[in-house]
Structure formats: structure tokens, C-alpha cells
């Protein structure tokens, strides 16, 4: 009974349809949780993970269809006891890399979404032989690029009703299908779309006449410093005019006050008191008296 277990598991596992296999099994098996590791070997990570598998309940449904079905002779080989033409999974170290190059691009989207570990297909069979593995993982990794997709228009558009989480999407049980939400949401990002130009549009407006209106106050500006440099370069004239003829009127009193002090035998220092006095009676009223009645 042995030997038709561990010759017949290859053929027990190609025959197990994929859908029934991820409703019934992945309960109890070791899903995907971390990257295969590219620089360990490939082969051994499938080892570790199918010896897990195999105490599993999943195991036992795998394998007898239930462990009530299960009889004491019987055994679930371990990965080590399968001869190589038996084994579930290739051996061949090429299709090992490739498909772990697929495998890990699926397993981050698991990670990032967050997706239930139930619901993660296994690591042994991401290298599964005759299954259409690499199908498989092609299909579900495109599918969560749209839910991961989907969940990012969310927050971009500020959705406020709840939607499903990443798992409910994935495995098509939410409320709302994600075929409904991506239909929802393309007429909500053309909306956005269209809100964001006009938005764009008004700001363009805004700005040219923001730019106007700065135009045109530094021109009055411009007039505003040229008038007022012009009034100051008048006012500059005149008071130079004005100190001009000052120092006219200043200077023939002053001759008219040394010819007047000579004729009635003033000393200097007294006529530099007096002059000291005009000057300061012409600063208070602008106007030159001196001490004697002479015409200017």
C-alpha cells in the first residue's frame, strides 16, 4: 500500500482541481510568506515546505480525500522519499530559476496586499509539474495588479464608502465584484480628470491675471518714482535759486555793513558780532536787515 501511495501522489496531485484545492486545503497548509530565497538552493525550500505540508490536514485530504479515509498502513511520503520520476515538483534547475522568478513577483503582491496566507498557493507547488503552474501565477499576479490597482484609486480618490479588503477581492467574495468597482471607479477618475483640468485651467487664468495685475502696478510704480524724482529735481532747483539769491543779498549787505562800520570807526570783532546776528535773523524769517538803512 506504500509503494502504490508514493507512485500513485504525482498523478492524485495533477488531478485535484485548482479550485476546490484553494476552498478545501490551504486551511492547513504552509502558504507562501516570504520570497523563495535565490541564493539558497531552490530544491531545498521545496523540500522544507512540502515535509511541512505533509502533517497537515490538507495533507491528508490531498492524499485520501480526508483523514477519515485515511487507513494505518498508509503514508504520505516525505519529499526525500520520492524517487525523482515520482516527485510533484520538476527538478530540472532551469525551470526551478524561471519559475521562481515568477513565483517571487506573485509572492510580493501577497505580501503587500496583505492577502490571508489561506488563500497563498504553497511554495512546492509554484514548481508543480503538469499543472499549468506558471499559468496559474500569471493569472493571479495579474489579478492583484487590479485589486492593488483598485485599492490605490481608493485613497487617490478619497473613497468614504468601505470597499472589500484585498483577500475578498482576490477571491471574488466581497459585496461588490471587482468588476463593478473598476467600472465605478473609471468614471470616477475621468470625473477627477476633468475636475483637475478645469482646476488647472481656473489656476492658469488666476495666474495671467495675477501677472497683469503685478504689469501694471509696477508701471505705476514706475510713473509714480519718475514723478516724484521729477518733483524732487524742481524743488532741488528752486532751493538752490533761493540760497543763490540769499547769498546775493547776504554778500551787498555785508559790503554795504564793512563800508558803513569804516566810515564810524567799528573795530572787526565788532562787526563780526553783527554780522553773526544777520545771519541768524535770516535763517528764523529769510529776510536781511542790517544795522543801518541800506538798500539791497
Avoid: C
Amino acid at each position: 500500500m506504500y509503494i502504490k501511495s508514493l507512485t500513485n501522489t504525482r498523478l492524485q496531485i495533477k488531478q485535484l482541481k485548482t479550485k476546490n484545492y484553494t476552498k478545501t486545503y490551504t486551511k492547513n497548509i504552509i502558504m507562501a510568506t516570504t520570497l523563495i530565497d535565490t541564493r539558497k538552493s531552490i530544491m531545498a525550500q521545496i523540500h522544507e515546505n512540502w515535509n511541512e505540508f505533509r502533517t497537515t490536514e490538507g495533507a491528508y485530504e490531498l492524499m485520501f480525500g480526508g483523514r477519515q479515509y485515511y487507513e494505518s498502513q498508509q503514508k504520505i511520503p516525505s519529499a526525500e522519499e520520492f524517487k525523482k520520476s515520482d516527485a510533484p515538483w520538476t527538478t530540472k534547475q532551469s525551470v526551478l530559476e524561471k519559475n521562481t522568478v515568477h513565483a517571487n513577483k506573485l509572492i510580493r503582491l501577497y505580501i503587500a496586499l496583505n492577502i490571508d496566507v489561506a488563500y497563498r498557493i504553497p511554495i512546492w507547488q509554484f514548481f508543480e509539474i503538469g499543472n499549468g503552474v506558471v499559468g496559474r501565477i500569471k493569472e493571479q499576479t495579474k489579478l492583484l495588479k487590479r485589486v492593488q490597482k483598485v485599492l490605490k484609486l481608493e485613497q487617490e480618490l478619497e473613497v468614504h464608502e468601505p470597499l472589500p479588503n484585498a483577500t475578498s477581492l482576490f477571491r471574488h467574495a466581497g459585496n461588490l465584484s471587482l468588476d463593478e468597482i473598476e467600472k465605478d471607479f473609471k468614471v470616477k477618475v475621468k470625473e477627477a480628470k476633468a475636475a483637475a483640468k478645469a482646476e488647472a485651467k481656473a489656476a492658469k487664468k488666476l495666474a495671467a491675471a495675477q501677472a497683469k495685475a503685478a504689469k501694471a502696478a509696477a508701471k505705476e510704480a514706475e510713473k509714480l518714482a519718475a514723478a516724484q524724482a521729477k518733483a524732487a529735481k524742481k524743488l532741488a532747483s528752486e532751493q538752490a535759486k533761493v540760497a543763490k539769491k540769499l547769498d546775493n543779498k547776504l554778500a551787498k549787505k555785508t559790503i554795504a555793513l564793512l563800508k558803513w562800520a569804516q566810515a564810524n570807526d567799528f573795530f572787526l570783532e565788532d562787526i563780526v558780532d553783527l554780522l553773526g546776528q544777520q545771519v541768524e535773523s535770516a535763517r528764523s524769517d529769510n529776510t536781511m536787515e542790517t544795522i543801518i538803512d541800506i538798500s539791497a
